[in-house]
């Protein structure tokens, strides 16, 4: 296009609604171009390069729905956003499920509108990377195998929408990390980014903390206080673990998604607010909503589009390459040589299960680490937990003789994990240590075989007094 300008396709039946967003864009700078029907709109996407496209969804010859998968189809670098009836979220959520950019509802508000645009314009061409640079390993999805080439082309594609994001899958395959690309790779990523652990946040202080509350409104409010809403105003808000938000709070939660307004505790009036919802949990939302857990109407809400994040044991050929960058990134932190795996260690890792997933790989490395001698980690070191039940953890707690470790019973529920199982033993043995050297740190290491520095980390880490 010989015109430096960008240009907007506007399809609507309505001159009235026609005219008005031609002046609006006018005044954006924008140009724009027109088409009554879906059969016009085609013609014209057909003869020029459009920046943007807003259509109705009602039209004479079908609906704006056509005409959207019709250009993601056709034209997948084009954005198109969709202009629906007031209220009707129904055909809004259809919407975005067929790959819209966003919508905008009837009467159409100019300051909404020239967000949207704003918005929309700012997207650079799906560029979906198959290599990974040296430089982008700790905010890429790392692996080659085809479940994560698929997770990035997904998260390239959703990055390109404003439609809320599901994201599930088991505890420790990485959906904040999933979360975080979707908004780094959005017209979002100047904005920022809030994470919120929603079963982190006592019951009682919940209100305050998404919506925020004025000084005075209950004892001990002494001053002001931003909600995490208006934290994310322009950008995203990810709620994690949301299936643990009480009932009571879902309602709130709700509302304030559907009228993209909240209300301070104490406040008279609502604050508009503009964020993009993205949610995980490693539960079942589906099977909670059928036993009435979980409200379906915010289901139904934040789950437009759903991603589901592979587990590591779907993809095991990745294991190698995350191994690699772990040990890269706990030894740049420790100041210690990289160590190398030996055989048999790559061969347990390769057969083990990993209930944890990623975030176990990397707790049995850390912890591989500290215990290997001679910057080799044998299959021993991993300490991979072979046992199912309490007793045989406690022989194996037992067997560390050298220190006269003794287990205490343990009881397994269907929340054990292996991973803070094996946590609870080291944390015995690093205990048992400190111990027999009253405390002093340098003696402890020593009699451990570790560094002074890996054992100030495991001491951290594990959280011992």
């Not at 109705?56 to 670098?77: A, C, H, S, T």
């Not at 309490?390 to 054990?416: Q, Y």
């Not at 560094?451 to 001491?459: A, D, S």
Request: with cysteine; hydrophobic share 40%; charged share 30%.
């Amino acid at each position: 296009m010989s015109n430096d300008k960008q240009l907007i396709l506007i399809v609507d039946d309505e001159p009235d609604i026609r005219e008005l967003l031609e002046i609006t864009l006018a005044r954006m700078g924008k140009d724009t171009a027109s088409a009554k029907d879906i059969n016009q709109a085609k013609k014209r996407l057909a003869e020029q390069d459009y920046d943007l496209c807003l259509t109705d969804m009602r039209l004479p010859d079908g609906n704006g729905i056509e005409l959207v998968k019709y250009i993601n189809n056709e034209f997948p670098q084009l954005p198109v956003a969709m202009i629906t009836a007031h209220g009707n979220m129904e055909t809004a959520i259809e919407a975005l499920k067929a790959g819209a950019f966003d919508f905008i509802s009837k009467p159409v508000e100019l300051k909404t509108l020239r967000h949207l645009i704003n918005a929309a314009l700012k997207l650079a061409p799906p560029i979906i990377p198959d290599d990974q640079t040296e430089d982008e390993t700790e905010l890429e999805l790392l692996g080659s195998s085809k479940a994560m080439q698929s997770t990035r082309k997904t998260i390239a594609k959703l990055a390109r929408s404003q439609a809320p994001v599901y994201i599930s899958g088991e505890s420790g395959v990485g959906k904040e990390l999933v979360a975080r690309l979707i908004h780094n790779k959005g017209p979002r990523q100047e904005k920022p980014f809030v994470p919120v652990n929603c079963g982190a946040i006592p019951t009682e202080l919940m209100e305050s903390e998404f919506f925020g509350h004025q000084k005075g409104s209950f004892t001990g409010a002494l001053t002001d206080k931003q909600g995490l809403f208006n934290a994310a105003d322009g950008g995203t808000l990810f709620l994690d673990e949301v299936a643990d938000l009480p009932l009571q709070m879902q309602v709130k939660l709700l509302r304030a998604i559907q009228e993209k307004a909240v209300r301070p505790i104490g406040g008279n009036d609502e604050i508009p607010i503009n964020v993009r919802i993205l949610s995980a949990t490693h539960k079942n939302l589906a099977e909670l909503v059928a036993n009435n857990q979980f409200r379906q109407d915010l289901f139904y809400r934040i789950n437009v589009i759903e991603l589901n994040v592979p587990s590591l044991r779907e993809r095991k050929e990745d294991i190698p390459l995350l191994v690699e960058h772990f040990l890269k990134l706990i030894s740049t932190e420790w100041k210690v040589d990289i160590p190398h795996l030996s055989e048999d260690a790559n061969e347990a890792l390769a057969t083990y299960p990993f209930p944890g997933n990623v975030r176990e790989l990397e707790n049995i490395l850390e912890r591989a680490m500290t215990m290997c001698e001679h910057d080799e980690i044998t299959r021993n070191d991993l300490h991979l937990p072979e046992f199912q039940t309490s007793s045989e953890l406690n022989e194996i707690l037992e067997s560390t003789a050298d220190l006269d470790i003794r287990g205490s019973e343990l009881d397994l529920d269907e929340s054990f994990s292996l991973d803070p199982a094996m946590n609870i033993k080291e944390r015995e043995v690093i205990t048992k240590a400190l111990e027999k050297t009253r405390y002093n740190k340098t003696a402890a290491a020593k009699l451990l075989g570790i560094t002074f520095r890996q054992l100030r980390y495991r001491i951290k880490k594990l959280g011992i007094e």
